[in-house]
């Protein structure tokens, strides 16, 4: 449908440890795209957009662009401790952007169990 861009709707579980001290972010999970990344000098050229939707109200996880092997990469990272037991659920969207348009997006759900 042209007027909604969400092709993807995944669901995942990730199990983590209580942490009490967090010294540096840590990579909880790696998101692949099959976009290259793109050379700062044709603008024109797809891009792609990591963003958090929802999260827990420490605003504990961050989304972080990143490249592997050539193409484009996000990495989920924790960047505050956490106490368990507890549950939380993160939503994470990946959009595909051309000329400032989103033509395609694709939604991550994550429930994260923290024992």
Do not use: W
Not at 3 to 10: A, E, G
Not at 65 to 89: F, T
């Amino acid at each position: 449908c042209s007027h909604n861009p969400t092709h993807i709707i995944t669901f995942t579980v990730i199990s983590l440890p209580t942490s009490q001290h967090l010294k540096e972010p840590e990579v909880i999970a790696l998101l692949r795209t099959a976009t290259a990344v793109k050379p700062a000098n044709l603008p024109d050229q797809p891009d792609v957009i990591f963003e958090i939707l929802d999260s827990d109200e420490q605003n504990s996880f961050d989304v972080i662009k990143d490249s592997q092997d050539g193409l484009i990469v996000g990495l989920i990272c924790q960047v505050k401790p956490i106490l368990g037991p507890k549950e939380l659920m993160l939503s994470v969207v990946i959009k595909y952007v051309q000329l400032g348009d989103v033509y395609q997006q694709n939604i991550m759900n994550i429930h994260i169990l923290v024992l």
